[in-house]
């Protein structure tokens, strides 16, 4: 801003003229001297044109006088420069590669995932599919490429995927590990902590069961307000809904469902136009590659211009909806067409007539079986499997055991279809139902559940009679079937599996299996009773005797079948499912005995903690094979680049180093205490003691520690925090050296330096002053490191006093 009084002869002059400066020749005040309010000015353009103009208060804004200068001066902090670069090519990637997300990610996805996402989704606006290829097709990596793709190029925040109980845990663990997306498993306690009271607005990336939003109300109200812009949906056959005559008979699921797709009584505000930065981005071709005849436009769109999408998705909840299940049709046509009536309600309108309605699903729908499914060079993704049974004739005790316990369940059946309560009749068929699977699995599984049960009954019993002894206990075994977990009890006992996580389900099943039943006075539950001993004592001494046919088969394949072991003779790795912990534990005993080993088998069920799972699965994949296969692979390519790297240097000198003390023990000079040691065995142990004490620390700050130091990776223990909100941290890589006490320096590898200057902050090198049986530390040292070896070092001495010095107590390490 310039006043007009500042305006002098010769100044130079920028507002007057469009992008130029001028100089002014004379001005002359319009009004009183001292107090005019115009003035005009007579001034040059850069050509020498002259020209006058009159300026008034109004225009002293747009004014101000010119400097001297540079347009632009290389003078700004390169780092900043070098940040915005590097946004701006993080923003406009998706132009330069269509693909972004599949080479962000960790996961090499397949050709029909490619297509998937690329040619038949991603051209979509909005998206309104189903995704139902066959099962193993990886349908949640070709979610989670999209979702990874959609929020690459701002055209997606906010994403929410329903899934059953069984699998949130799964999406939440594969869409951080193979995407590095952080969503969040929703749980009650989130409304409790949530500054606005409704998680469901404040959290971007969220999960939650589709049973836990099915069921309550109070969740879906919370729900219906909020705007997302892509809602997944998996094992999406179980949003269903039937006919019963004319009337259409709908699911809770199928309800959700609605709710999903459609919000009432709110108003979408449309946007006539899109910004120029998202038209651009629309008009971003899928890459020829994939879809030569595909429509030229992409899925992205400006986090600003989410509401310009038109007609499609006015009311909804979401602007992107995606329906995920390997079993869209269940046989019959008119249930098809309500399960697709949630992606388009006008093209699916009414009861379906076979001959007066034409169904074609092609831009809704897409189906890839297994046998369509290639690589990417052109060999069958599946290879044929051949399943085999393996049948085998009962011992006499354990035939009798099985009569007997299948006498007992078809009584207790016809007593329960003899129940008014229609839902206590289906959890009495349940419970009887689960113990005659148990009487399959093995001997022990249904001794062990005939004595729980006895227990819980008899228990009961005693209850009963010191309440009010010969009245009616149907209003106790009532109570019984109220079972509740954090999620509550699924809405179909018979999908437990599938609405509940796998610990809850245990749970679940054990608690309908152990209590109950269709006695409905306590003369009828004590009858029932003595005949649960007899069986129980039945099964007892077909356990103790051990036989058991089912065992002796596996235990035959085990040993005598050749396809159990490799060409080393090693025993393979081999995966056994079964349904029931009891058979698990059982099973556990039985191969540790035959093989020998302790660590020979590890298992995985409901009540083994998630992390501990996870960490379980990771170690169990990995062997030697793998470890080789990859080591080959990396020299080969090594191989490949020979032509390209400089040739090996040509060695001049080279130096042979001797350990001082072997230097001295070869000239019968003793040793100094806590000098260099010949003795392996010695050094062995002092290693030995230096692991135990680094894995008791973080096993003592509550981490999960895996032992590599056996596939020479770089570092001896990772170890795992606990996960902190329900999110993976990163795991601790930690090289553990010991050391007698009294040595004054520590040797590590070049290896080891590589890695720990590679690993920055997760690298830790702990120490461990052993003297004697006792110890000293460990003492952790961050980035001990500093600069890489030299080409021809092998190994390199630490001076263990400097080391020592900046060292730090394992809990002051987190």
Same mark, same amino acid.
């Given at each position: 801003?310039?006043?007009?009084?500042?305006?002098?002869?010769?100044?130079?002059?920028?507002?007057?003229?469009?992008?130029?400066?001028?100089?002014?020749?004379?001005?002359?005040?319009?009004?009183?001297?001292?107090?005019?309010?115009?003035?005009?000015?007579?001034?040059?353009?850069?050509?020498?044109?002259?020209?006058?103009?009159?300026?008034?208060?109004?225009?002293? &804004?747009?004014? %101000? *006088?010119? =400097?001297?200068?540079?347009?632009?001066? #290389?003078?700004?902090? !390169?780092?900043? +420069?070098? /940040?915005?670069?590097?946004?701006?090519?993080?923003?406009?990637?998706?132009?330069?590669?269509?693909?972004?997300?599949?080479?962000?990610?960790?996961?090499?996805?397949?050709?029909?995932?490619?297509?998937?996402?690329?040619?038949?989704?991603?051209?979509?606006?909005?998206?309104?599919?189903?995704?139902?290829?066959?099962?193993?097709?990886?349908?949640?990596?070709?979610?989670?490429?999209?979702?990874?793709?959609?929020?690459?190029?701002?055209?997606?925040?906010?994403?929410?995927?329903? &899934?059953?109980? %069984? *699998?949130? =845990?799964?999406?939440?663990?594969?869409? #951080?590990?193979?995407? !590095?997306?952080? +969503?969040? /498993?929703?749980?009650?306690?989130?409304?409790?902590?949530?500054?606005?009271?409704?998680?469901?607005?404040?959290?971007?990336?969220?999960?939650?069961?589709?049973?836990?939003?099915?069921?309550?109300?109070?969740?879906?109200?919370?729900?219906?307000?909020?705007?997302?812009?892509?809602?997944?949906?998996?094992?999406?056959?179980?949003?269903?809904?039937?006919?019963?005559?004319?009337?259409?008979?709908?699911?809770?699921?199928?309800?959700?469902?609605?709710?999903?797709?459609?919000?009432?009584?709110?108003?979408?505000?449309?946007?006539?136009?899109?910004?120029?930065?998202?038209?651009?981005?629309?008009?971003?071709?899928?890459?020829?590659?994939?879809?030569?005849?595909?429509?030229?436009?992409?899925?992205?769109?400006?986090?600003?211009?989410?509401?310009?999408?038109?007609?499609?998705?006015?009311?909804?909840?979401?602007?992107?909806?995606?329906?995920?299940?390997?079993?869209?049709?269940?046989?019959?046509?008119?249930?098809?067409?309500?399960?697709?009536?949630?992606?388009?309600?006008?093209?699916?309108?009414?009861?379906?007539?076979?001959?007066?309605?034409?169904?074609?699903?092609?831009?809704?729908?897409?189906?890839?079986?297994?046998?369509?499914?290639?690589?990417?060079?052109?060999?069958?993704?599946?290879?044929?499997?051949?399943?085999?049974?393996?049948?085998?004739?009962?011992?006499?005790?354990?035939?009798?055991?099985?009569?007997?316990?299948?006498?007992?369940?078809?009584?207790?059946?016809?007593?329960?279809?003899?129940?008014?309560?229609?839902?206590?009749?289906?959890?009495?068929?349940?419970?009887?139902?689960?113990?005659?699977?148990?009487?399959?699995?093995?001997?022990?599984?249904?001794?062990?559940?005939?004595?729980?049960?006895?227990?819980?009954?008899?228990?009961?019993?005693?209850?009963?009679?010191?309440?009010?002894?010969?009245?009616?206990?149907?209003?106790?075994?009532?109570?019984?079937?109220?079972?509740?977990?954090?999620?509550?009890?699924?809405?179909?006992?018979?999908?437990?599996?599938?609405?509940?996580?796998?610990?809850?389900?245990?749970?679940?099943?054990?608690?309908?299996?152990?209590?109950?039943?269709?006695?409905?006075?306590?003369?009828?539950?004590?009858?029932?009773?003595?005949?649960?001993?007899?069986?129980?004592?039945?099964?007892?001494?077909?356990?103790?005797?051990?036989?058991?046919?089912?065992?002796?088969?596996?235990?035959?394949?085990?040993?005598?079948?050749?396809?159990?072991?490799?060409?080393?003779?090693?025993?393979?790795?081999?995966?056994?499912?079964?349904?029931?912990?009891?058979?698990?534990?059982?099973?556990?005993?039985?191969?540790?005995?035959?093989?020998?080993?302790?660590?020979?088998?590890?298992?995985?069920?409901?009540?083994?903690?998630?992390?501990?799972?996870?960490?379980?699965?990771?170690?169990?994949?990995?062997?030697?094979?793998?470890?080789?296969?990859?080591?080959?692979?990396?020299?080969?390519?090594?191989?490949?680049?020979?032509?390209?790297?400089?040739?090996?240097?040509?060695?001049?000198?080279?130096?042979?180093?001797?350990?001082?003390?072997?230097?001295?023990?070869?000239?019968?000079?003793?040793?100094?205490?806590?000098?260099?040691?010949?003795?392996?065995?010695?050094?062995?142990?002092?290693?030995?003691?230096?692991?135990?004490?680094?894995?008791?620390?973080?096993?003592?700050?509550?981490?999960?520690?895996?032992?590599?130091?056996?596939?020479?990776?770089?570092?001896?223990?990772?170890?795992?925090?606990?996960?902190?909100?329900?999110?993976?941290?990163?795991?601790?890589?930690?090289?553990?050296?010991?050391?007698?006490?009294?040595?004054?320096?520590?040797?590590?590898?070049?290896?080891?330096?590589?890695?720990?200057?590679?690993?920055?902050?997760?690298?830790?090198?702990?120490?461990?002053?052993?003297?004697?049986?006792?110890?000293?530390?460990?003492?952790?040292?961050?980035?001990?490191?500093?600069?890489?070896?030299?080409?021809?070092?092998?190994?390199?001495?630490?001076?263990?006093?400097?080391?020592?010095?900046?060292?730090?107590?394992?809990?002051?390490?987190?």
């Amino acid at each position: 801003m310039l006043k007009l009084e500042r305006i002098q002869k010769n100044a130079a002059l920028s507002g007057l003229e469009p992008g130029q400066v001028v100089r002014i020749v004379t001005t002359e005040p319009v009004g009183l001297s001292d107090n005019y309010s115009a003035l005009t000015v007579y001034y040059k353009l850069a050509d020498g044109t002259l020209r006058e103009r009159m300026l008034f208060r109004t225009d002293e &804004a747009g004014l %101000s *006088l010119a =400097e001297a200068g540079r347009p632009w001066a #290389f003078d700004a902090p !390169g780092e900043e +420069f070098k /940040l915005a670069v590097e946004a701006c090519r993080i923003d406009l990637a998706h132009l330069f590669d269509p693909m972004m997300a599949v080479h962000t990610s960790n996961v090499e996805p397949l050709p029909h995932q490619i297509t998937a996402v690329y040619e038949s989704m991603l051209p979509r606006q909005p998206l309104r599919y189903v995704l139902a290829d066959d099962p193993g097709a990886g349908k949640t990596i070709m979610a989670g490429l999209f979702i990874r793709e959609l929020l690459m190029r701002a055209d997606a925040r906010r994403v929410l995927i329903v &899934a059953p109980g %069984s *699998l949130v =845990e799964q999406w939440q663990d594969e869409m #951080f590990e193979k995407f !590095g997306l952080s +969503f969040t /498993l929703f749980s009650r306690e989130q409304i409790d902590r949530s500054r606005s009271g409704n998680p469901f607005d404040d959290i971007d990336l969220l999960v939650a069961r589709v049973d836990q939003l099915a069921r309550a109300e109070d969740l879906q109200e919370k729900l219906m307000p909020t705007q997302w812009d892509l809602v997944v949906v998996d094992e999406a056959h179980k949003l269903s809904a039937s006919y019963f005559g004319n009337k259409v008979d709908k699911t809770k699921r199928f309800l959700l469902g609605e709710l999903l797709v459609s919000r009432h009584g709110s108003d979408v505000v449309g946007c006539a136009q899109p910004s120029e930065r998202s038209a651009r981005r629309i008009a971003q071709p899928i890459p020829s590659v994939l879809a030569s005849d595909a429509t030229p436009r992409c899925a992205s769109m400006a986090s600003a211009d989410r509401q310009m999408i038109g007609d499609a998705t006015l009311g909804s909840i979401t602007r992107h909806f995606l329906l995920m299940t390997a079993t869209p049709h269940n046989g019959k046509e008119e249930d098809f067409q309500l399960f697709m009536s949630l992606l388009d309600a006008d093209r699916f309108y009414g009861k379906f007539r076979d001959g007066a309605h034409k169904v074609d699903v092609a831009d809704l729908m897409r189906r890839m079986v297994k046998e369509d499914m290639l690589t990417f060079d052109g060999t069958p993704l599946f290879p044929e499997r051949r399943a085999y049974t393996v049948n085998y004739k009962l011992s006499d005790p354990e035939a009798a055991l099985y009569a007997a316990v299948t006498d007992y369940v078809k009584t207790e059946f016809a007593r329960a279809d003899q129940l008014a309560d229609g839902g206590r009749k289906g959890t009495v068929g349940f419970a009887l139902t689960a113990l005659q699977r148990r009487l399959a699995s093995s001997p022990e599984a249904i001794y062990q559940s005939l004595k729980r049960r006895r227990n819980k009954l008899k228990r009961r019993v005693e209850d009963e009679k010191l309440r009010q002894r010969g009245q009616l206990v149907k209003e106790g075994l009532a109570e019984t079937v109220g079972y509740e977990n954090g999620n509550g009890s699924p809405e179909d006992i018979w999908e437990s599996a599938d609405d509940l996580s796998p610990e809850a389900c245990e749970d679940f099943e054990e608690y309908l299996v152990d209590q109950t039943t269709a006695a409905q006075t306590i003369q009828e539950l004590e009858a029932e009773i003595i005949l649960l001993e007899g069986l129980e004592e039945q099964a007892r001494q077909v356990v103790h005797s051990g036989q058991d046919r089912k065992w002796d088969e596996l235990s035959r394949l085990l040993q005598d079948t050749p396809e159990m072991h490799d060409s080393a003779g090693r025993q393979r790795k081999l995966i056994i499912f079964t349904e029931h912990r009891d058979t698990l534990n059982y099973l556990a005993v039985k191969i540790r005995g035959l093989i020998g080993s302790e660590e020979a088998v590890v298992m995985i069920h409901g009540g083994v903690k998630r992390e501990e799972r996870r960490l379980t699965l990771e170690n169990e994949r990995r062997t030697i094979d793998n470890l080789t296969a990859r080591r080959e692979s990396r020299e080969k390519e090594l191989l490949a680049m020979r032509h390209v790297v400089s040739a090996t240097p040509v060695v001049l000198g080279g130096a042979l180093v001797i350990p001082a003390g072997l230097l001295m023990q070869r000239k019968g000079v003793p040793a100094e205490p806590g000098g260099w040691s010949a003795d392996a065995d010695a050094r062995t142990r002092i290693e030995r003691i230096a692991m135990h004490a680094v894995i008791a620390a973080e096993r003592a700050l509550g981490h999960a520690v895996i032992d590599v130091s056996a596939q020479k990776c770089g570092w001896d223990l990772t170890s795992q925090p606990q996960p902190v909100d329900g999110r993976l941290t990163t795991s601790r890589h930690i090289e553990v050296k010991g050391r007698a006490k009294g040595q004054s320096t520590i040797t590590v590898t070049r290896n080891e330096i590589l890695y720990g200057l590679n690993q920055a902050d997760k690298f830790i090198l702990a120490i461990v002053l052993v003297d004697g049986d006792r110890h000293e530390g460990p003492f952790y040292v961050r980035q001990p490191f500093t600069q890489e070896p030299d080409w021809a070092e092998t190994s390199k001495n630490l001076d263990l006093g400097q080391l020592l010095a900046k060292a730090v107590a394992p809990e002051a390490s987190l």
